[in-house]
């Protein structure tokens, strides 16, 4: 057994009320839910499991030192085409997102923002070693 560092697992996520977020998760971003309780929320959703944790006045959002709001991680897609067809999704859904961009790296990105106004990032370059995976899989 390797001793590092394997993937992450689960992933806390402030939020007002876990009952309306789950809901939101759910049918927004198809999350399933797991448990549900008056503090917490427990969904999968992308291979991880979320804690939609109750808290007040606060979301995962951070400014950097450029004054710039960022957000606590990046999902990733299979591709451009993927990335347009799921801003397209988002939108039609009435998740709130950011226009698809440039940012000067391989691929292209949008941001959408959950109920509470928690900020995320979507990618469309799917890393190599997950995509590896995923064909291992899939045969």
Do not use: C
Not at 76 to 103: S, W
């Amino acid at each position: 057994m390797k001793k590092q560092l394997i993937r992450v697992g689960t992933i806390y996520i402030p939020v007002e009320d876990p009952t309306e977020s789950s809901k939101w998760y759910k049918e927004k971003l198809n999350a399933k839910l797991n448990y549900l309780d008056e503090d917490k929320a427990i969904m999968d959703m992308a291979d991880v499991s979320l804690f939609l944790v109750k808290a007040q006045g606060q979301s995962s959002n951070f400014t950097d030192f450029n004054g710039e709001e960022r957000f606590l991680l990046t999902y990733e897609v299979d591709g451009l085409d993927a990335l347009i067809t799921l801003h397209n999704e988002f939108r039609e859904r009435g998740i709130k997102v950011g226009e698809i961009e440039n940012r000067g790296h391989a691929g292209r990105n949008f941001v959408f923002y959950d109920l509470v106004g928690n900020k995320f990032d979507v990618w469309s370059e799917l890393s190599p070693l997950y995509k590896e995976r995923l064909v291992g899989e899939e045969e």
